[in-house]
């Protein structure tokens, strides 16, 4: 039986929200950085401010500092409604968003309502596990088939991604149905709420409406871990989505992709995929050889295995050092990424920041964060 959520309020659930702060800041200063700006000028009342970024998002509330003609200002934007589980922090910070467009006035849309708009498209559907296979000791492929897959489910693109929701932990079955919302699950109580991870679709059959994931195996270090670790044929899902982050933009003639082992099932799919000879390059760290994953091949694909041995996965800045070894390249390439949270904020700033790569050629999603990495500097 794995630990209980950490309930509302408690110290557990503020210790679990600061280890997940560097990553929230990273969001909301860089993916989210327009939506942080509209929050900050019309939330907190001063519409000249030209620059805010978010400082700290705890239980009191997303503290930010404004730059106006007047100078700095530092706030706290109160939280719109108690965090009952961790996983509702960015809910409460689309809240806000929404409250801050109503309450502007103002014409526009910013990155967190195009979200918004494209998240009332997503399902929840109920299925169950038909099959499990050890790929190798660390890495475990489940596959889902039946129930509401037949109703309609399709990828939305090639790093097509799922939110698995799973029965509360010491429970068996499900507590949500086809009919889930976050907004619902918030009305919960704490003991019924489900738990889970992202986790990307590896392979889609439609004639069996069967879908694979691959889960790295990390022992009971989090819900979704420990439940993979025990997972059966039979039990029950549910899947929340489907969503994507892959999105170059027209023109791009060359590809770089970073990842680790929860990254390359996605990067498997691309270079599958990928209707392109353009050239690709794949940047991929693992424990050693004997758990590389298999990966497309070609004439146009080059790909640079980084292997951590005895270091401890999340640890070392392999991805990063090897993406500065490389030339700045020239043309309109696309970086996208999967991997530790910390790996992905040292590539992202290094292909931003001297690169000088923009916004929209950019997509590097943190995967998940090394427990040593909860302290980081987002800046």
């Known amino acids: 039986m794995t630990d209980a959520p950490p309930t509302p309020g408690s110290p557990e659930m503020a210790a679990a929200l600061a280890a997940q702060q560097p990553m929230l800041l990273d969001t909301l200063n860089g993916l989210y950085d327009d939506a942080t700006v509209l929050v900050g000028r019309i939330l907190c009342d001063r519409r000249g401010a030209t620059a805010v970024r978010a ?4 239980l009191d509330g997303l503290a930010l500092v404004l730059t106006d003609d007047d100078g700095e200002h530092e706030t706290v934007v109160p939280l719109p409604a108690p965090l009952n589980h961790i996983d509702e922090i960015f809910l409460l910070f689309f809240a806000m968003v929404i409250e801050a467009r109503t309450a502007s006035g103002e014409e526009g849309t910013t990155s967190v309502e195009r979200v918004i708009a494209t ?15 050890d790929v190798n000791p660390h890495l475990r492929r489940i596959t889902f088939r039946g129930g509401d897959l037949a109703d309609g489910f399709a990828p939305v693109g090639p790093d097509t991604f ?5 029965p509360p932990p010491g429970r068996t079955e499900l507590t949500v149905d086809a009919g889930f919302s976050w907004e619902a699950a918030r009305q919960m109580a704490p003991e019924d709420q489900p738990v889970g991870a992202y986790y990307t679709l590896r ?4 004639d069996r409406c069967e879908l694979d994931i691959l889960v790295v195996l990390h022992g009971d270090t989090g819900p979704a871990s420990a439940w993979a670790g025990r997972a059966a044929v039979g039990d029950p899902v549910a899947l929340w989505g489907p969503r994507t982050s892959w999105s170059p933009p027209a023109g791009t003639d060359s ?3 970073v990842a680790d082992e929860t990254g390359l099932p996605a990067v498997a799919v691309i270079l599958e995929t990928l209707g392109s000879d353009a050239p690709i390059h794949v940047v991929a760290e693992v424990g050693d050889r004997s758990v590389r994953q298999p990966l497309p091949e070609g004439d146009h694909i080059t790909v640079t295995w980084r292997h951590r041995d ?5 640890t070392t800045t392999a991805p990063a050092d090897t993406v500065r070894a490389l030339p700045a390249p020239s043309g309109s390439p696309y970086v996208w990424g999967g991997a530790e949270s910390r790996a992905m904020t040292q ?3 290094h292909v931003r920041d001297t690169w000088g790569l923009a916004k ?7 995967y998940w964060r090394h427990r040593a990495h909860a302290d980081d500097d987002p800046e």
């Open 347 to 349: 590539v992202r700033r």
């Open 360 to 366: 929209e050629q950019v997509s590097l999603v943190g």
């Open 162 to 166: 799922l939110y698995l929701l799973l």
């Open 119 to 133: 998240a009332s498209g997503y399902r929840t559907f109920v299925t169950s596990v038909s099959a499990v296979e």
């Open 55 to 58: 400082t700290a998002f705890d």
């Open 310 to 314: 005895a270091a401890e996965a999340g």
């Open 203 to 206: 392979a889609w059959r439609p």
């Open 255 to 257: 590809y770089l992709l």
